[in-house]
């Protein structure tokens, strides 16, 4: 099970385990979404797996960009987190 939402140009997917992890967390959605379309805008990464961090608000999300869709893999409750070989780090 997925979730999308288009938001302008963008599309936003949750898969059933990011969206598990966000409840868990207490990460508010609309922060999420702020923070993921942030990213988007700022950072011309296409075709690979970023790690976002939020450090205002105390987290990050991995996920991957192909075009203007964007799935969220997971969402973590802290910053500085271990990233993968090949996944690019964005602050917001």
Do not use: W
Request: proline share 1%; glycine share 4%.
């Amino acid at each position: 099970m997925t979730l999308s939402k288009q938001y302008g140009k963008y599309i936003v997917t949750l898969t059933r385990h990011s969206l598990k992890r966000i409840l868990e967390r207490n990460i508010p959605g609309n922060r999420i979404i702020h923070t993921i379309l942030t990213a988007a805008e700022q950072n011309k990464v296409d075709n690979s797996e970023i790690l976002i961090e939020n450090k205002e608000e105390g987290f990050s999300l991995i996920a991957k960009i192909k075009n203007h869709e964007i799935t969220i893999i997971t969402a973590l409750n802290k910053v500085n987190c271990y990233m993968k070989e090949n996944t690019a780090r964005i602050a917001v």
